[in-house]
């Protein structure tokens, strides 16, 4: 055990996980460039820092393949992997690395695969739906580039003077004039593709023509993957047929006319997207073994096989596009980045649902298929072979894959390179590539415009009379789609701990929507969260006498009465609680444990360790159990547990620390506490545990674990109230990403003693 905590420790310092400097946000900050060599950033107050970039011609630290597998889970691949039915990938893992990628929320590709592109969260770039209003006000399109309000990759590339090429990313209609290709994900979806949809549109009839001729590939794939259209016999059995062999054309259709692209060998950056994975698990996943309850065996033998054969075929894929594009080996120039959006529900952790969810609830419904999970591969002369790290994020790829190009993250970036992977030291970040003048290949500023206002500014001419109305039905539309939008940004901001920046988001909703219980349930979640338990209590009252028998929302009522320290009346709303999800068993959890019923709390923890989502804070949960107890080593096991899933969430480098603290390993606690420091820099907690360890003793640690109303008078004074209140009576959010955010202030604290 001590060899396990102490290595975790160490290598957490290894991480360097030490908060970047933060980007200035001076109005006097300007950028001047001298060609494509190098880019200078002068601001009041800080001195002139540059950075070399390659000149045009003479070369750079290599090229980089980044592939996107919607939906690709690790634990769907193992297996596969195990039986030998996927050769190309088995070959890039033995020459490079392998992690599990933290997603992001709400798990919905367009804003997942673009912050993977930009290194922001969806908040930020401004892509937070699959759809939005079309400015004209005349109904919905696709979610468009014009309105990403930050850089991608392939943008800040262009600036140093590097050629990309794009296939099929989301949100990249219409194609942006960067130098080098951009076939946009409307290029493959439309039938027949608008000029703007490819750049350079000198080009279209060129690559139309190549979208033709693949018709013949796509076909055989379709037959490798689908039934024998002779056994398909019923209805729903043709149309899933139909739509599997839909998906698998436009799969193999976007192989095809990636291969030429990479065989150019004229490329700084490749960037190839498939969402095959994902749509086959939407489709088909219900029918993979073993069999569930509502599915046929006719139905099985018929589609049972097809997840499977999509892992094949693009394991095919991979193996053709690597040797057009060239050997990412330690000789060759080649780096490969190939990760996924997320993970897949699959086996006994298929959700069960019944009927198709329609309206608002739509979404809910598919999102639920998506694990916290994908998957993350790299190898290449820049990549450590068998590297490893629990710590990488969706956010992380743009950072890492400027390093990988010989050039610097941005400060201003929420991700981090992750140079635990990596060969060579990246180089020191710059304040903000949002800064540098220069061609970065966008769209003219007239073009950027945000749908909603454009919208608006529609609506208004129309209800002043100069434009037509809306076709009956496109109205409704449009306000469903502006609801999710600003829901996705309420759930972006909750889970990235600024509960009370999603309020004002949530609070409108919930007045348009009332009997919506998503709108709700987050608003009353971010409402005691950011400490205001008794507007909690009051929208949480409101939605029950509506839906009395919401058990998702008893539980938040139960949890804002606790924050009130009316532990008597949620004592006798207690046994209406039924928990029919792991989030439900979450929140149960921490009621059963501020209650002190430490062996119900636990029962629930555990069940909460099902979803893979929750088993971070159910971990933490645990840990806090155990040390309440006073069972360090116990607790200890929970914390590295935790961080094994992520080494990203300060509670966790915190509690280790109480623990290793009280288990007499001072050096490794001192470390620990400033790893939590280092990722929350003004948490209380951790600053005055790091106090009390510059000069530890064995009884001023025990007071951690001593209730204020049992301990002796000549009991040293207690240097941590803070840490002792935040472990056994502080609110966990049932989401890990609001751990730090939630901590519970003396006065709180000493009430729920009481």
């Not at 068998?386 to 990488?392: E, L, S, W």
Request: glycine residues 8%; hydrophobic residues 45%; negative net charge.
């Amino acid at each position: 055990f001590r060899a396990r905590s102490a290595a975790a420790v160490w290598r957490c310092r290894g991480l360097q996980l030490e908060p970047p400097p933060a980007a200035p946000h001076s109005p006097g900050l300007e950028a001047t460039g001298t060609g494509h060599h190098t880019y200078f950033v002068q601001t009041p107050g800080l001195s002139r820092a540059g950075f070399l970039l390659p000149p045009p011609g003479s070369g750079h630290p290599g090229r980089l393949l980044i592939l996107g597998w919607d939906g690709a889970d690790w634990d769907v691949l193992d297996p596969l992997l195990e039986a030998g039915a996927l050769p190309h990938l088995a070959g890039l893992l033995a020459r490079g690395c392998r992690a599990p990628l933290a997603s992001l929320e709400p798990r919905l590709s367009p804003l997942l695969w673009t912050s993977a592109v930009t290194g922001v969260t969806p908040d930020r770039h401004g892509v937070l739906n699959f759809v939005e209003p079309s400015p004209d006000g005349q109904g919905l399109r696709l979610a468009s580039s014009t309105s990403r309000r930050c850089r991608a990759l392939w943008n800040l590339l262009q600036l140093c003077g590097l050629r990309s090429h794009v296939v099929n990313w989301y949100a990249t209609h219409p194609a942006e004039p960067i130098n080098g290709v951009v076939l946009s994900n409307q290029f493959f979806q439309a039938s027949e593709p608008p000029a703007q949809s490819l750049h350079p549109a000198v080009q279209h009839s060129e690559w139309l023509q190549a979208r033709q001729a693949a018709v013949g590939a796509a076909a055989a794939t379709r037959a490798r993957v689908l039934p024998d259209p002779a056994l398909l016999r019923q209805p729903e059995d043709m149309a899933l047929s139909q739509a599997l062999g839909a998906a698998a054309e436009r799969a193999e259709t976007i192989h095809q006319l990636s291969l030429p692209l990479a065989a150019r060998n004229d490329w700084a950056a490749l960037l190839v997207f498939h969402e095959w994975i994902d749509v086959a698990g939407h489709h088909a996943m219900a029918y993979a073994p073993p069999r569930q309850p509502h599915i046929s065996t006719r139905q099985q033998r018929l589609f049972g096989g097809v997840i499977e054969a999509v892992y094949r075929e693009q394991d095919r894929m991979l193996g053709e596009l690597l040797a057009a594009a060239g050997d990412p080996g330690p000789d060759g120039d080649l780096n490969v980045i190939l990760l996924s959006d997320h993970g897949f529900h699959h086996g006994a952790s298929r959700p069960k649902l019944s009927g198709v969810a329609l309206g608002d609830d739509r979404a809910d419904q598919e999102a639920s298929w998506h694990r916290p999970f994908g998957i993350l591969a790299l190898a290449g002369p820049g990549i450590r072979p068998g590297a490893q790290t629990p710590a990488a994020s969706l956010l992380d790829i743009t950072p890492t894959a400027l390093a990988l190009l010989g050039l610097p993250a941005g400060a201003d970036m929420d991700g981090r390179v992750l140079d635990e992977l990596l060969r060579a030291d990246p180089l020191a970040p710059i304040p903000s590539w949002e800064l540098l003048s220069g061609d970065a290949g966008e769209h003219p500023a007239e073009q950027r415009l945000d749908p909603f206002e454009a919208h608006e500014a529609v609506k208004q001419l129309i209800d002043l009379g100069y434009l037509a109305a809306m076709p009956p039905g496109q109205s409704d539309r449009v306000a469903f789609v502006r609801r999710e939008t600003a829901f996705n940004c309420a759930v972006v901001l909750a889970r990235s701990g600024r509960s009370a920046d999603a309020i004002p988001w949530l609070e409108p909703l919930v007045e348009q929507q009332p009997r919506q219980p998503r709108y709700a349930l987050l608003l009353v979640e971010c409402l005691l969260a950011s400490g205001d338990a008794r507007a909690a209590l009051g929208q949480a009252n409101t939605f029950l006498q509506r839906q009395p028998l919401s058990s998702a929302m008893r539980l938040q009522q139960l949890l804002a009465l606790l924050a009130l320290n009316q532990q008597e009346e949620a004592r006798e709303l207690l046994p209406l609680i039924r928990p029919g999800s792991a989030s439900e068993h979450l929140n149960l959890a921490e009621i059963h444990a501020q209650l002190r019923q430490p062996q119900a709390a636990a029962e629930h923890y555990r069940a909460a360790l099902a979803d893979a989502g929750l088993a971070i804070p159910a971990h933490l949960g645990l840990a806090r159990l155990a040390l309440a107890a006073g069972q360090a080593e116990q607790a200890a096991e929970h914390c590295l547990d935790a961080q094994a899933l992520s080494l990203r969430v300060p509670e966790a480098h915190l509690l280790l620390a109480l623990c290793l603290a009280w288990l007499e390993m001072p050096q490794e606690a001192a470390l620990s506490c400033g790893h939590a420091l280092a990722l929350h820099p003004q948490g209380r907690p951790a600053l005055l545990l790091q106090a009390a360890l510059a000069t530890p003793s064995r009884e001023q640690l025990e007071c951690l674990l001593v209730p204020e109303e049992t301990r002796s008078p000549h009991q040293p004074e207690r240097l941590l109230p803070e840490v002792l209140h935040w472990i056994r009576s502080r609110t966990v959010s049932s989401r890990v990403s609001n751990t730090v955010s939630n901590i519970v202030s003396p006065a709180q604290s000493g009430s729920v003693l009481a």
